[in-house]
């Protein structure tokens, strides 16, 4: 594993003003990181920047909209400008849309695809435009166990998130062509207890929620810093990454049934959908940034944390026990419950 440098490094974070952008900021902080902070709101940005040197952390302020390549391009530059080159590069820059896909408008697929998707191919442009001709650094793509199993009522949000990591695996294929240096690691998420849902944009009846099992975007935090140091190729976070990803390249179509069935239910709560809920589809809604959500009560401070080559080889050996672990899970799921999945700590179908 590597080793924190003296007097820290240059990190640039995307999506830095809430939820697992800004519980990163904080982790970099503490190991006395100088932090770029890029996201939409400068109000918001300048809370975080007063949080990071409060840890012992520097920072400065570059505000930007990911889905224009070049704001992207001119926050770089200013971060190189204060802070000299980029050690680390993080992207984690979202929008999404909670609704079936027929009731998602093509200017909202639009929109989501070009922040959740591009803002990290401008992300990470801007990254490899600085550590090329170093032939060093490491970029980090916040992706999500969505990035394999897409479930319903997120449609472009999943396709964002596929997108994230063919494009991960193109340009990582490149690299080692090229005998690089620079390193490019993917996290995989489940459910993370952040502002997301309670700014999202939704046609949903009630109100939407993570599906369970969820944990604090500090866990997240962790991982990233971790991936920082030893960036291997994926690491898939929580015992519920590795059931849906594994479990879904097992068995796909029992998979699409089963979140067919539950996952409808297990991404609302029981609370009515406010008629006139703001969003932050295309707009920042400033009184909502913060690092946690709503869901604090259900959300685990700790989660298992394995690198996917790891978790591949372990399930080649163990077909199968994987193939009787499916079975037991679909028996689960597939019975009737009262409270649907809220609650339930072993269910299938996670979200950022």
């Given amino acids: 594993m590597r080793h924190e440098p003296a007097g820290g490094r240059t990190v640039v974070i995307t999506g830095a003003s809430a939820g697992v952008g800004r519980a990163t900021a904080h982790r970099f902080a503490r190991a006395k990181a100088r932090i770029g902070l890029i996201a939409r709101d400068v109000d918001a940005l300048q ?16 505000a930007a909209d990911v889905a224009d390549a070049d704001a992207v391009f001119k926050a770089a530059e200013a971060i190189r400008q204060a802070f000299g080159p980029i050690d680390v590069w993080i992207n984690d820059a979202m929008v999404t849309v909670f609704a079936p896909t027929w009731e998602v ?3 909202e697929f639009r929109r989501v695809t070009e922040v959740t998707y591009l803002g990290y191919v401008h992300g990470t442009l801007a990254a490899l435009a600085d550590m090329r001709p170093r032939d060093r650094g490491v970029i980090i793509q916040v992706g999500s166990a969505l990035s ?28 080692i062509h090229h005998k690089s240096n620079i390193a490019l690691s993917m996290i995989e998420l489940p459910a993370v207890n952040t502002p997301q849902f309670d700014w999202a944009r939704t046609r949903l009846p009630r109100a939407v929620r993570p599906v369970a099992p969820v944990v604090q975007p500090e866990v997240i935090a962790r991982a990233i810093y971790r991936a920082s140091l030893d960036p291997k190729r994926e690491y898939w ?12 390249m097992a068995l796909p179509a029992l998979f699409d049934r089963l979140l067919a069935r539950r996952a409808y239910q297990g991404q609302m709560t029981r609370v009515p959908a406010l008629p006139h809920h703001r969003d932050n589809l295309d707009q920042p809604v400033r009184e909502l940034h ?20 790891v978790a591949r080889a372990g399930a080649a050996a163990l077909t199968a026990a994987l193939m009787l672990l499916a079975g037991a899970s679909a028996a689960r799921l597939l ?3 009262r409270q649907g999945m809220i609650g339930r700590s072993r269910h299938v179908g996670i979200t950022k």
């Fill in 47 to 62: 809370e975080v920047k007063r949080e990071v040197e409060a840890r012992g952390g520097r920072a400065i302020v570059a």
């Fill in 105 to 107: 408008t093509a200017q």
């Fill in 148 to 175: 394999y199993r897409a479930i319903p009522l997120q449609a472009a949000y999943c396709g964002a998130k596929h997108a994230i990591r063919g494009f991960t695996d193109a340009l990582r294929t490149e690299l």
């Fill in 237 to 248: 976070i929580g015992r519920s990454t590795l059931e849906v990803i594994l479990g879904n």
């Fill in 290 to 309: 913060r690092t946690r959500g709503s869901f604090g009560r259900e959300a685990s401070r700790h989660a298992l944390l394995v690198p996917g080559t």
């Fill in 335 to 337: 019975a009737p419950s």
